[in-house]
């Protein structure tokens, strides 16, 4: 899945008038279905038995009381992980979506299976999961047993039930079933088609003035037991038939290409029926099905089909033409990297208007937020390019590395997400080889993995697998630490193999495993083969022995470098070194680290510290030393006072003798080991002296990002004056250098970073107050007002414009930009609008912003989170934004709480700023006030808040008055 968890009180009353509607709308629901399926929902809700056969074990048993014998939890269908004793081999499902609400304004769909499963062991019981289906019953039965050879003896049903809690269809039988022999279950049911962005579901949006229905997926990790009863879990791989009866007027979509379509009549109405293709051995969370009115481009390369599909005004808007000029070369890419054949005969992609991630890897049908796939060259900008083109590379990477081979359990997800996260840079530069793309992962991913990485709070990459569970649990999982720090692991990995080696490897892992189920260790395997297979690579221990050291204990070092004797010392690198690791290490937090450096002669050979401490001699030196050369390390680097001075010198004497990487690492570094207290805060300020000479994206985006903690700690305070005239002395040059470069801010820099660092420059002046850029930005967003159907605001320039004219103006920019938002029709113009429009300082104009997220007509359901998000970024919006979550949290957490990834991203966004000891007090009182409700997918970004909390409150109590004094004097 991609990266696309890109985030962003009012009256208790009105609170509980939701909670109130959320409990009618379960009553009207259940009252429905009885109504759909001609039976009552009580009967429904109790298991049917056999009159003779009647089992002791679940004679109390329902729908809403699990089927136990004793208080403990004994029975199989008490443990969430399905037992052992079947073996799925293929499934035939067929699904009717019914895109016209029913008499009770209600959307559905009715459904059939068939799913043929191996006895692996003897056994009376099946258990399958089932999440929020509706069984026509069958003699009695929910599913009936039945099997395709003759020679089998099927076994009768005694008794069938649905156990809510961890989402089982459970079948009971008369006698054992044999081992080896297959046997088939068959289901019919209906199900919702909710709006609820999980399994099959229902999305909505207007074109040319109309409402329009689609019907579609997303299964990852535990949905797809909402559309179909199966064995839902990764390693139990299946081939599946995919049969879709859908209207004429709609398209029928899926993971293969289309087998036959033919015309039938129901109840004197006309169907199309589509039959798929058998699909490859896969995971069921892979499986995709869309039912609308979409349009699509197409190209076949080598072969394979390629086609982007999105609502009919896009395509026709050529807003999918960019992905398809991308797709080809990077799937191209792929095969010859992993040297392997892609597997599929298509490749579909599709924007869709409500996708609660960024995207999702389905094989052979990947699904994507518009925002990731569709691009206009004349109002899309480059950020908006490089999004569609890495999320792409994320998504095809993952046709091998998680389809083609997958991982056995979500304990090692980040196996999955880290690799694509890496790849995707790879990806990307083969399509756009003039962007140097593969610099910024230090920028996104390293960094960002190291911010959640340094508190205690953390967790590893690779988690046991006894340990990962609950549908809450998996979610949990798809965070900073499994994709940025997968892929910053995964790329020092690959930098001291060599990438051809590291290929090769690859290579090997995905012919050992092809179609099958893997965890981590079996990757290790075949790079230590390729490994030994040469001799041009020697490594200090094997690549398990050092990979273990980085994937099995949360956590990075800090490596500390004293040129004055040449010696070496690693050190768990903590934000707050106070605090107390409760988390156990075999390996005691000390690491296998590879580190490479430079000095003024030139770069030196690789240095291994395998101990706590070491000596090396190329180290002692009186000239300045440099390690960690272009952050292919995942590691801090900490230097003698002496040796941080001569860097300090370099930059403000020569800063470009230092690779543009590290100088942003510098500064990086400097700050976070501030914070940590190995250095002061002072010696980290002055590594941005150099600054207003620096023209560079890398270096001034990390300025810009350090610098935002301080803003964050003190843009309430009186600290935030002295501060914000230093950052405004140190943007002006830039300020100045781009409005030069550009004419006037009407023509495009011409590298691809150079854009990026223009907007900063932008971005930095008006927010920090340089007159001249207010004005020009409000003059820029004026004369849009005067002109709405013309839009001159560069599109690189936009969000900035919107944010300060926004930010400046009042209640008529804000209603204009709302209206702006209101009839976009491109997905990236929208949410660069709805991001200016969190930028307001009227507080009584963003708590109605904030009213706004309750409503999905007015904002959709998979920006609600990120616009809350927004909200809180503003310092006016803060508070508001902390209020209305308290307020709302039982809404907010029914709505989005248990597998949103966008989650976790909102607690962080809404407690980024706390740094008081009453804020503490109000988020742990936050925290026990809820515990009842829960915080799902959240749970542990609430365990980060609150420790990170904690250190900012240390933090500024140590460093105020020093921070003060130097921007005074600076």
């Not at 991203?905 to 409700?933: A, C, G, P, Y």
Request: glycine share 4%; net charge negative.
């Amino acid at each position: 899945m991609g990266k696309g968890f890109y985030i962003s009180k009012t009256l208790a009353v009105f609170g509980i008038v939701l909670s109130a509607a959320a409990v009618a709308t379960i009553i009207a629901l259940a009252v429905v279905y009885s109504q759909e399926l001609g039976k009552n929902v009580n009967n429904e809700a109790k298991p049917t038995e056999h009159p003779e056969t009647k089992p002791p074990s679940v004679t109390e048993t329902s729908t809403t009381k699990e089927p136990t014998t004793s208080p403990l939890p004994t029975n199989p269908w008490d443990k969430i992980r399905l037992p052992t004793t079947l073996v799925p081999v293929h499934y035939n499902i067929r699904l009717q979506p019914h895109l016209e609400p029913n008499g009770n304004n209600m959307y559905i769909f009715e459904g059939s299976s068939s799913v043929y499963f191996i006895c692996a062991e003897e056994t009376d019981l099946i258990l399958i999961h089932s999440r929020k289906l509706n069984y026509t019953m069958q003699a009695g039965f929910h599913a009936s047993l039945t099997s395709d050879d003759p020679s089998v003896t099927v076994p009768r049903i005694t008794n069938t039930t649905l156990q809510i809690k961890n989402d089982y269809l459970i079948v009971q039988l008369d006698q054992k079933l044999v081992k080896d022999k297959t046997y088939k279950l068959l289901t019919n049911f209906i199900g919702e088609l909710a709006d609820d962005l999980a399994g099959f579901y229902r999305s909505e949006y207007i074109e040319d003035g109309a409402k329009r229905i689609i019907a579609t997926t997303q299964m990852q990790s535990t949905d797809a037991r909402k559309a179909f009863p199966c064995f839902d879990e990764p390693a139990l791989k299946a081939t599946f038939n995919i049969t879709i009866v859908h209207k004429p007027e709609f398209i029928a979509l899926s993971n293969q290409p289309v087998l036959n379509e033919e015309t039938i009549d129901i109840s004197g109405e006309t169907w199309n029926v589509t039959e798929f293709e058998k699909t490859l051995n896969m995971s069921t969370y892979l499986l995709a099905f869309i039912v609308g009115d979409f349009d699509y481009i197409n190209d076949t390369i080598d072969g394979v089909l390629i086609r982007i599909w999105a609502r009919r005004n896009a395509i026709k808007a050529g807003q999918g033409n960019y992905s398809l000029e991308v797709t080809g070369p990077i799937l191209k890419h792929f095969e010859k990297y992993y040297n392997t054949t892609y597997p599929l005969k298509k490749s579909d992609q599709i924007a869709l208007p409500d996708f609660a991630a960024g995207a999702m890897e389905n094989w052979g049908l990947i699904t994507y937020r518009e925002t990731a796939l569709l691009y206009d060259p004349l109002t899309s900008s480059t950020g908006n390019k490089e999004r569609v083109v890495t999320v792409i590379a994320h998504e095809l990477a993952h046709q091998w590395f998680g389809n083609l081979v997958t991982i056995r359990w979500w304990n090692d997800l980040w196996l999955n997400e880290g690799f694509a996260s890496y790849v995707e840079y790879l990806g990307a530069h083969e399509a756009e080889p003039t962007w140097n793309i593969t610099d910024l992962i230090v920028q996104y991913d390293v960094y960002r993995a190291m911010g959640v990485d340094a508190l205690t709070s953390s967790h590893p990459l690779s988690s046991k697998e006894e340990d990962v569970n609950t549908p809450s649990e998996i979610s949990e999982l798809f965070d900073a630490i499994a994709y940025s720090k997968g892929a910053s692991v995964i790329r020092m990995l690959s930098n001291f193999l060599t990438e051809p080696l590291f290929a090769k490897g690859l290579n090997m892992y995905l012919n050992e495993f092809a179609y099958g189920n893997t965890i981590y260790d079996d990757l290790w395997t075949q790079l230590q083969k390729a490994v030994d297979a040469q001799t041009a690579v020697s490594l200090p221990k094997t690549v398990k022995q050092i990979m273990d050291t980085w994937t099995l204990q949360m956590g990075f070092p800090v490596v500390t470098i004293d040129t004055s004797k040449g010696k070496v010392t690693q050190k768990h690198f903590l934000l707050d070194p106070t605090s107390t690791v409760s988390q156990r290490s075999e390996f005691n937090y000390t690491w296998i680290v590879p580190i490479t450096s430079m000095t003024s002669s030139g770069e030196l050979p690789t240095y291994w510290l395998e101990e706590v401490e070491g000596s090396h001699t190329p180290f002692k030196t009186s000239s300045w030393l440099l390690a960690n050369i272009d952050v292919y390390g995942y590691y801090r680097v900490n230097y003698d006072e002496e040796n941080w001075k001569r860097l300090i010198q370099l930059l403000e004497s020569n800063h470009e003798v230092i690779p543009v990487i590290n100088r942003a690492q510098i500064i990086a570094d400097a700050f976070n080991l501030a914070r940590a207290k190995y250095v002061s805060t002072t010696l980290a300020l002055n590594t941005t002296k150099y600054i207003s000479r620096e023209t560079e994206y890398l270096p001034w985006q990390s300025f810009l990002d350090n610098l935002a903690h301080f803003k964050l700690m003190f843009d309430r305070s009186e600290v935030y004056g002295p501060m914000k005239q230093y950052i405004l002395k140190q943007v002006t040059p830039l300020f100045y250098y781009f409005k030069d470069l550009t004419g006037n801010w009407t023509n495009i820099p011409d590298g691809f970073t150079a854009q990026y660092n223009e907007i900063n420059a932008l971005s930095t002046a008006c927010t920090f107050g340089l007159q001249e850029c207010e004005e020009l930005a409000s003059a820029m967003f004026r004369s849009w007002m005067e002109n709405p159907d013309i839009n001159q605001i560069p599109p690189n320039l936009r969000t900035t414009v919107y944010c300060a004219a926004i930010a400046a103006g009042g209640e008529a920019e804000w209603d204009f930009a709302w209206n702006m938002f209101r009839v976009a029709t491109l997905a990236t113009e929208a949410d660069k609008l709805r991001s200016g429009l969190a930028c307001s300082l009227e507080p009584w104009i963003l708590q109605r912003f904030l009213s706004y997220t309750l409503d999905s007509d007015m904002i959709r359901k998979q920006d609600a989170t990120s616009t809350i998000g927004s909200i809180a970024s503003n310092v006016v919006g803060q508070s508001l934004a902390w209020d209305f979550i308290r307020a709302q949290w039982s809404y907010i957490f029914e709505e989005y709480g248990g597998g949103s990834f966008s989650f976790s991203n909102l607690i962080e966004r809404v407690t980024r700023r706390f740094s008081t000891k009453f804020e503490l007090m109000q988020l742990e009182q936050f925290k026990k006030d809820n515990e009842h409700i829960g915080f799902g997918s959240g749970t542990r970004a609430l365990e980060q808040a609150l420790e990170r909390t904690a250190t900012n409150i240390k933090w500024v109590e140590d460093n105020k008055e020093d921070v003060l004094l130097w921007f005074q004097s600076a």
